[in-house]
């Protein structure tokens, strides 16, 4: 069980690194870990914990792929939660996910708050879904190249506070 807390302690941090200095989760980093995860288990659980190990990979792209069309989630963090996943099994990517997406949301609201910006924010989501409903189609919520509006954040940061928080929870069990 280290092994994973290992992988996953490194697989998180690299990637945190990675976000914050290039905007982006790279490929290789992915690969590797998602390698070590799938490999960790096959040795560790044989092919019951290969095949654990290999939906709780595609998991992620199932349930996210919605929020990655709508441009609310980039590919980078999606792959982070199908490596997360490929390490850790089903359970703990799903509640990895959902600390994550908790993490994110009060980490926008703090973002709002220090920017004052909760009524602009709260207009912009509100014209997102009348175009959304008026369309009948999904529409990009945001462009992830303009950086100037101050309401974005590299969601790894999220992603990191769930990884920790899940972890937490499973050793407090």
Known sequence: MIVKYIELSLLVLICLISDIRTFKI????????????????LIT???????????????????????????MLGAGDIKLFCAI???????????????????????????????KSFRRRGRYLVS????CYLTRSLQPY?????KSDGAKFRFSYAVA??????LIVKNAQ
């Open 26 to 41: 790279k490929n290789l980093i992915i690969v590797i870990f998602m390698t070590a995860g799938l490999t960790t288990n």
């Open 45 to 71: 659980t044989g092919f019951t914990g290969l095949a654990d190990s290999f939906l709780a990979a595609a998991l992620p792209i199932l349930l996210l792929i919605i929020f990655y069309m709508a441009r």
């Open 85 to 115: 996943g490929a390490i850790a099994g089903v359970r703990f990517v799903l509640y990895t996910m959902a600390y994550s997406f908790i993490a994110g949301g009060i980490i926008a609201c703090i973002i709002m708050l220090v920017n």
């Open 128 to 131: 997102y879904l009348k175009a």
């Open 142 to 146: 945001t462009d992830f190249k303009d």
């Open 161 to 166: 506070c769930g990884t920790a928080i899940a």
